[in-house]
């Protein structure tokens, strides 16, 4: 299972992929139907988040369940050069995913 997927679900998500094919209609895992594959597909990549590529996503949906803070301040505080330094690549520079693996890390451990 992809990093993407674990840490939607992680946070409580449903990752949307095709659930069942019935009468040349398409249902989604969260109970959506399509008349036909693009539009199915175009739904899959508006709804599932790509955590990886845009990390600024994490920090948003820690926001969201409130644990922003409580997340942040297990990555490093942000009172000196290095450590902001630190941060900002994470969060604006990274694209292999190392903001989402610290966060699932995280919310397993602690959320
Ligand atoms: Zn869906």
């Not at 659930?19 to 175009?42: L, M, P």
């Not at 369940?65 to 900002?88: D, P």
């Given at each position: 299972?992809?990093?993407n997927?674990?840490l939607?679900?992680?946070?409580?998500y449903?990752?949307?992929e095709?659930?069942?094919e019935?009468?040349?209609e398409i249902?989604?895992?969260?109970w959506a139907t399509?008349?036909?594959?693009e539009?199915?597909?175009q739904?899959?990549?508006?709804?599932?988040?790509?955590y990886?590529a845009e990390?600024w996503?994490?920090?948003?949906?820690?926001?969201?369940k409130?644990?922003?803070?409580?997340f942040l301040?297990?990555?490093?505080?942000?009172?000196?050069?290095g450590?902001l330094a630190k941060?900002s690549?994470?969060?604006?520079?990274d694209?292999?995913?190392?903001?989402?693996?610290?966060a699932?890390?995280w919310?397993?451990k602690?959320g």
């Amino acid at each position: 299972m992809n990093l993407n997927r674990k840490l939607h679900e992680a946070f409580g998500y449903c990752w949307h992929e095709k659930h069942a094919e019935y009468r040349g209609e398409i249902a989604c895992t969260c109970w959506a139907t399509f008349k036909s594959e693009e539009e199915f597909i175009q739904h899959c990549k508006s709804s599932n988040p790509n955590y990886k590529a845009e990390p600024w996503l994490v920090i948003r949906e820690m926001k969201k369940k409130g644990l922003r803070k409580r997340f942040l301040s297990s990555i490093g505080t942000t009172t000196n050069l290095g450590a902001l330094a630190k941060m900002s690549s994470l969060i604006a520079i990274d694209t292999t995913g190392k903001l989402a693996q610290l966060a699932l890390d995280w919310l397993q451990k602690e959320g």
